[in-house]
């Protein structure tokens, strides 16, 4: 009893040591530092005053994508030294010396930046590419049911499996929410359209096991479509096993791309 | 001795059981029905001849009548090279040899060889137990065979002589293959092997060509064939033009039950229906009436061995589970009751009470066993890797199946194994995947599906692994059923 009081005691001394050392290791005492590494110190980092007579140096000025399609956004990025005006044309305007900006031309823009210094100025020009999207597809010859499918074949997303799994992986969240998004624009706008989800598999299980397992895909991929809130009714399922694959090579790259749920128009 | 010859004389087959039960064990797999090589009796079958326009079949009678008896796993082929030249062909052409009596006292009778006799086959190099030979002739326009059987102990040929029959075939190719056939069927039936004549293997092929979706799509349309048990006679039976898989056969052999896409067309296109089960006439290839559970999915039928009812998988609750219904479909009733994908039933072809499947219960696909009231349920591999297509041989003693164990997954192997013993025996070893085992009516020959590179093919071994022999090579070949014939 004694010895664990003592033990105690010892512990809680050494506790006050240490904070003692932690607080005279935070005592302002002031080093005396050379001037240059003060400055360096001080947030924020600002550039260096440019030096007299040096020209400005544009070491970047790019568009990021550099092809976009109407209403796309493109970021531009700059970095330029030795310069103590920056502008960037098309309305940009006077920027800093490092940034970027996001930007949205309807049209191929060319945008200048024009960087002036003691020393003289620099100019560099980056093009966005805007692309006019695909043309939009022929009127469909069928009426509104026909154009719904020809939307979800090349819309959809195909949902991945685990292998000998049915289970919805964060990625098949994800798709599958986009593929709800999806479906429920085509069922606004065709009331007779309805969706199969075709469960399949990888070539490795047994033919009879892999139908059962894709009845399990399609199914768990229905259920989360329903969940989010899509009529139970427009939405079918269908197995294929490993009856229908999209390739056919032994590797783990072709068994991913087989194990999928994929939405067809159910005609 | 003369208590012996009386024994061997009642029947080659009582000697051939007791060779089995008293012989040696060789190594390798001891398989009951599957006699060892070394305990086979060698039976001597030189080339047969015919008369005139009977020749020019003769090649393939004696192609055919050679690999119907080394086939059957049931004799050894005594080699070609070491007979004799003067063959005998009908039994007026042996001649018993002269035995003189010596001279002198002391000295050994002479043998005087008169042409050709029994131990010209039954001593060395030759050494053959048994002899068959005979010949054909043209006769009305049909093929006729004269074929003898002699058993090589006997010391005259009238004892010796086991068969002296007459068979008709027609005068080509096709008659040759009959007559080879049923003469080897019953010297088969001498040495107590069952004959596969007439048994006709049901499978699967995708040879008759691919399909083209309207969204640009193909796959290879699957169909189901038929053909005889050594590969002739390959058929086209369905004509769905679509993915249609997993033949059954009722026991009678009348009935075809399989799977497929039903088909159905909707704003002009041919739209698939979830796979359901189908069946057929084999006689006619008429449809019959099936109706399906509603289900998802309905697959891997399977007849009862009274052929009054028919088990298979139906998806009920989002899991496939082991079902029976009678043949149309009606008085259908759930078996298994348990979250996990339940498939491929096989009633025990001898009790018709008790039922192999294939079961994600215990985690992987497993092979379990349970009563037909789905009672008792008990998993007969080890959990190991996945197990597959289980097929019970006819006497309800042994079960052949796929198995991936020891192997990465879709690496199957065909295994069996006893039921009394519950120990699998591995019968291919890695040489391509190998699935879908069936047992043939004879209990000793096993069918099933190697995939070797990119190709699926049908082969036929013995049930000691031993033999193979490929059946098929057009486009893939898969999912055989062995069934007898009727």
């Known amino acids: ?267 | 001795m003369k208590f012996r010859i009386v024994l061997v004389m009642s029947g080659v087959l009582l000697m051939t059981g007791a060779l089995l039960m008293l012989g040696q064990q060789p190594t390798g797999v001891d398989i009951p029905g599957v006699i060892k090589e070394g305990e086979k009796p060698v039976i001597a079958v030189p080339d047969f001849r015919g008369a005139g326009d009977a020749q020019k079949a003769m090649d393939q009678f004696n192609k055919t009548l050679w690999s119907e008896l080394e086939g059957s796993g049931a004799l050894k082929m005594a080699p070609k090279t070491l007979y004799p030249l003067a063959i005998p062909q009908q039994p007026s052409d042996f001649r018993p040899p002269t035995v003189t009596t010596p001279v002198t006292r002391g000295a050994q009778p002479q043998v005087i060889k008169n042409g050709p006799w029994l131990t010209d086959w039954s001593g060395p190099p030759v050494n053959a137990n048994d002899l068959a030979i005979g010949y054909t002739v043209a006769q009305d326009g049909r093929l006729v065979l004269y074929g003898y059987l002699y058993n090589l102990s006997q010391s005259t040929v009238a004892s010796a002589q086991l068969i002296n029959k007459t068979y008709f075939g027609s005068l080509d190719n096709a008659g040759a293959t009959l007559v080879a056939r049923q003469f080897a069927a019953d010297i088969l039936q001498q040495f107590g092997a069952k004959s596969l004549l007439g048994s006709k293997i049901f499978f699967v092929s995708d040879r008759s060509g691919v399909k083209t979706l309207p969204n640009g799509s193909k796959f290879p349309m699957k169909e189901i064939w038929s053909m005889d048990y050594d590969g002739s006679n390959q058929k086209q039976l369905t004509f769905y033009k679509t993915t249609t898989t997993e033949p059954a056969v009722s026991p009678d052999g009348k009935l075809l039950a399989f799977v497929t896409y039903p088909q159905s067309t909707r704003n002009g296109v041919e739209v698939d229906g979830q796979p359901q089960i189908m069946m057929h006439s084999v006689e006619t290839g008429r449809r019959l009436t099936f109706s399906n559970f509603v289900s998802s999915v309905v697959e891997t039928p399977e007849f009862t061995p009274d052929g009054k009812r028919l088990l298979f998988s139906t998806t009920v609750d989002k899991d496939p589970q082991v079902c029976i219904s009678d043949i149309n479909g009606g008085n259908f009733q759930r078996i298994s009751r348990i979250r996990a994908i339940e498939v491929s039933p096989k009633v025990n072809p001898r009790t018709g009470s008790e039922v192999l499947f294939i079961s994600g219960r215990s985690g992987h696909q497993q092979l379990w066993r349970m009563n037909i009231d789905g009672s008792d349920p008990e998993m007969l591999t080890t959990g190991e890797g996945d197990v597959a297509n289980p097929s019970w041989r006819p006497d309800g003693q042994f079960v052949a199946f796929a198995w991936t164990r020891g192997y990465e997954p879709g690496n199957f192997n065909i295994f069996i194994m006893d039921m009394g013993k519950r120990v699998p025996i591995q019968l291919t070893h890695g040489m391509g995947r190998n699935e879908n085992p069936s047992w043939a009516p004879d209990g000793i020959h096993l069918v099933f599906s190697s995939k070797q590179g990119r190709s699926t093919q049908l082969f036929t071994m013995l049930a000691d692994g031993t033999h193979v022999q490929q059946l098929t090579n057009a486009g893939n070949n898969l999912e055989p059923v062995w069934a007898k014939g009727n």
Not at chain 1, 161 to 166: L, R
């Open chain 1, 1 to 267: 009893m004694r010895i664990d009081q003592k033990t105690v005691r010892v512990a809680a001394m050494g506790a006050l040591l240490l904070a003692a050392a932690a607080c005279s290791k935070k005592a302002p005492i002031a080093p005396v530092l050379p001037p240059s590494a003060a400055a360096s110190n001080a947030p924020p980092p600002s550039p260096p005053p440019p030096a007299k007579g040096v020209v400005p140096r544009i070491d970047v000025f790019m568009a990021n994508p550099s092809s976009i399609q109407p209403g796309e956004s493109s970021t531009l990025s700059w970095s330029v030294a030795n310069a103590t005006d920056i502008t960037i044309d098309q309305n940009v305007g006077t920027v800093a010396a490092n940034g970027t900006r996001d930007v949205f031309p309807n049209t191929t823009t060319t945008f200048t930046l024009a960087a002036r210094g003691p020393g003289g100025m620099a100019n560099r020009s980056v093009t966005i590419a805007v692309t006019s999207p695909p043309p939009p597809p022929p009127s469909a010859p069928k009426g509104p049911s026909v154009s719904g499918a020809e939307i979800l074949s090349r819309e959809a997303q195909d949902v991945y499996f685990d292998y000998d799994k049915s289970d919805i992986r964060e990625d098949a969240r994800q798709a599958l929410t986009k593929d709800a998004d999806l479906l429920r624009r085509i069922f606004a706008t065709d009331p007779t359209f309805s969706v199969v989800i075709e469960g399949h598999c990888d070539e490795r299980g047994s033919a009879e096991y892999n139908l059962g397992l894709g009845d399990r895909r399609a199914s768990s991929a229905k259920d989360f479509l329903v969940q989010l809130g899509l009529p139970t009714d427009r939405i079918r399922t269908i197995s294929y096993g490993k009856e229908r694959p999209v390739c056919t090579d032994a590797n783990e790259g072709c068994y991913q791309r087989n194990r999928r749920a994929h939405l067809a128009p159910a005609q």
